[in-house]
């Protein structure tokens, strides 16, 4: 059991630099790729074929290529690990919204011990550290709210918009990147508070084993109240509100070019390899305007975020240069 916490522990305390890690070398083989293509050359035709799919794969690179519709595979995974993040952190900003009495603190020492005795948890934190991450949870929580929106919009739109052909591919490194992508994008917003929640989810848990093996009354339980819930996101700052107002217009505008999208193939061009140009919304003023309402989307949730995590800014960093190369491609493929 020792080991077993010590190592939950440690991936705890260190999980925000190997996010951190995953984001660098996500950007750094794009950026140099972009700004040295004539010397790296074979760099930047590596990172086209992994980012390619649809009709902008050919039949030499199938080999390593899996169904475009697994597309669907990204946003499941997202929706139930966000779902998860979002309710683990909700309950800590809830049972920490009010001052934690010193009942709450009683049992923290026999749950270390239980634990391993490894006192680095810090199960037991005073009152007043509970309230400063408080804050930090509830802007937190807004935010994985607005990743859990953009997730199931695109389930949404994946099962009911597209309508992707069966020869359609996408190259497998390209599966695999969009599946850290969505995997480590929900964590990484809650990269300044995450080790002191799942401690404290943790710490509760054990303490209710105890409680129930003593037979004592657990007493910590609080009920969940939904205006409390909405009070609590409401007190947030105007940062917050700033970037969830930039998150709803990406959000908008993203589902009006991906409905153009869907709708220019038809079932009697299913299988085309045709292109067809799209009109309407921002495809007037820009060649892949669904790419765009990416950008801005991760910025509102950057905004939101307040902007006072690396770890955060290294995920726009990621999703800003894969969009902007995804678009060439892209535009050479619809204007074709």
């Given amino acids: 059991m020792k080991m077993i916490t010590m190592a939950v522990w440690w991936l705890l305390q260190h999980l925000q630099i190997l996010l ?5 070398a996500g950007i750094t083989p794009i950026v140099i790729a972009s700004i040295l ?28 290529s899996v169904p475009q519709s697994y597309f669907l595979h990204f946003y499941l995974v997202s929706v139930t690990w966000t779902t998860f993040l979002l309710v683990c952190m909700s309950y800590f900003a809830h049972c920490t919204t009010a001052t934690t009495s010193s009942d709450s603190l009683r049992y923290s020492s026999v749950a270390s011990y239980i634990a391993g005795g490894v006192d680095a948890l810090s199960f037991a934190k005073p009152p007043y550290i509970l309230a400063e991450y408080n804050k930090q949870a509830w802007k937190t929580v807004l935010v994985l709210l607005l990743i859990e929106a953009q997730v199931v919009r695109r389930l949404y739109e994946t099962v009911y918009v597209f309508n992707y052909c069966h020869s359609a ?27 002191e929640v799942f401690s404290y989810i943790i710490s509760q848990s054990i303490n209710s084993i105890f409680r129930k093996e003593a037979h004592i009354e657990d007493t910590e ?13 409401l007190k947030l700052g105007w940062r917050q509100w700033t970037g969830t107002i930039i998150f709803i217009w990406g959000s908008i505008h993203q589902h009006r070019c ?79």
């Fill in 37 to 64: 293509h004539r010397h790296v050359g074979a760099l930047r035709r590596f990172i086209l074929v992994a980012a390619s799919r649809g009709k902008l794969m050919n039949n030499a690179k199938t080999r390593w």
């Fill in 169 to 195: 591919r996408m190259h497998i490194l390209g599966y695999l990147t969009g599946m850290v992508f969505y995997i480590a994008a929900p964590l990484s917003v809650c990269s300044l508070c995450y080790p």
């Fill in 20 to 24: 951190r890690i995953v984001w660098v």
């Fill in 258 to 336: 991906h409905n153009i999208l869907g709708s220019l193939r038809t079932e009697n061009q299913e299988e085309s390899t045709d292109y067809f140009i799209p009109y309407g919304d921002w495809f007037e003023i820009v060649s892949c305007p669904h790419y765009l309402a990416e950008i801005v989307i991760y910025a509102g949730v950057l905004i939101a975020t307040g902007g006072l995590d690396l770890t955060v800014w290294l995920l726009f960093g990621f999703v800003d240069p894969v969009r902007c190369e995804g678009s060439d491609p892209s535009k050479r493929g619809a204007t074709k």
């Fill in 221 to 233: 339980f609080t009920e969940f109240k939904v205006l409390e819930y909405g009070i609590s996101l």
